[in-house]
Nanobody, 115 residues
Framework: QVQLVESGGGLVQPGGSLRLSCAAS????????MGWYRQAPGKQRELVAT???????TYVDSVKGRFTISRDNAKNTVFLQMNSLKPEDTAVYYC?????????WGQGTQVTVSS
């Protein structure tokens, strides 16, 4: 069974940066397109960014130019570098496979952007 463990969240002021990590175990991680998702209070979970096995990336318009997704297949880990953070980026962030049946969701990591 695949296990996903997200980390790196925290409280940051507007304009600040955070780097999220997601470690996957129990799967051939490198062959999958991975995604970062987020869920704000009272809202549905939304896809933020994806990265293919060949490292092609996509981003939702609201984070383009500010967020960067990357992966280290040797460590079964996907990252999300978040710069120029805004209050509207506040959410619980999760990673999961994209374009295939979702694995069991991890606990996520809370990102709070506030002054």
């Amino acid at each position: 069974q695949v296990q996903l463990v997200e980390s790196g969240g925290g409280l940051v002021q507007p304009g600040g940066s955070l780097r999220l990590s997601c470690a996957a175990s129990g799967t051939f991680f490198s062959i999958y397109t991975m995604g970062w998702y987020r869920q704000a209070p009272g809202k549905q979970r939304e896809l933020v960014a994806t990265i293919t096995s060949g490292r092609t990336t996509t981003y939702v318009d609201s984070v383009k130019g500010r967020f960067t997704i990357s992966r280290d297949n040797a460590k079964n880990t996907v990252f999300l570098q978040m710069n120029s953070l805004k209050p509207e980026d506040t959410a619980v962030y999760y990673c999961n496979v994209f374009g295939a049946r979702a694995w069991a969701w991890g606990q996520g990591t809370q990102v709070t952007v506030s002054s």
